[in-house]
């Protein structure tokens, strides 16, 4: 799995990095960045869960 983060729709609710912490951090600003882009099975599911949690859908993968 890919992960990515469309920072023009991302608004730094955060919820990303809170249910999803071992492939998403915050930025400087709140805001949602990926430090995992290319996620091992054992973390998928916390990447099925960062996806459904994002009230922006601003997480895409692949
Ligand atoms: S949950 Fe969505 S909107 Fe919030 S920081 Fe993460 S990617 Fe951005």
Do not use: N, W
């Not at 930025?27 to 099975?41: F, T």
């Amino acid at each position: 799995m890919k992960v990515s983060i469309d920072v023009d729709r991302c608004q730094g609710h955060g919820r990303c990095y809170e249910v999803a912490p071992d492939v998403f951090t915050d930025d400087d600003r709140g805001r949602g960045e990926v430090i995992m882009a290319d996620v091992p099975a054992e973390f998928e599911a916390q990447v099925l869960l960062a996806v459904s949690a994002c009230p922006e859908k601003a997480i895409t993968i692949s």
